[in-house]
Nanobody
Framework: QVQLVESGGGLMQAGGSLRLSCVVS????????MGWFRQAPGKERVFVAA????????SYADSVKGRFTISRDNAKNTVYLQMNSLKPEDTAVYYCAADVYGALPTKPDEYDYWGQGTQVTVSS
């Protein structure tokens, strides 16, 4: 059974930084492409960032390019999302996801496993 557990969310003022973590248990972590998504109240879940199995490639939504950085540590079974220069519009529940077969997918239905989410709130 694969389990994903996010942490690191919280309340932050605009311009601040947060780092989200997601620990994955179960099958070999390095076999997954990992992604981060977010969902604001009343809106669909949208792609934020993805990273390939050995960190060779990354992909970002235009809305976070230059501000967010995705990384992973395969020895710790953990993927991170460093979020800098936070804006109120970054407020959402952030989810990490694992994809067994794909190559940096950006659609939620392309991912196989999901965490429970962590709330990020950015005040103006």
């Amino acid at each position: 059974q694969v389990q994903l557990v996010e942490s690191g969310g919280g309340l932050m003022q605009a311009g601040g930084s947060l780092r989200l973590s997601c620990v994955v248990s179960g099958r070999t972590f390095s076999s997954y492409v990992m992604g981060w998504f977010r969902q604001a109240p009343g809106k669909e879940r949208v792609f934020v960032a993805a990273i390939s199995r050995r960190s060779a490639s990354t992909s970002y939504a235009d809305s976070v390019k230059g501000r967010f950085t995705i990384s992973r540590d395969n020895a710790k079974n953990t993927v991170y999302l460093q979020m800098n220069s936070l804006k109120p519009e970054d407020t959402a529940v952030y989810y990490c996801a694992a994809d067994v077969y794909g190559a940096l997918p950006t659609k939620p239905d392309e991912y196989d496993y999901w965490g429970q989410g962590t709330q990020v709130t950015v005040s103006s």
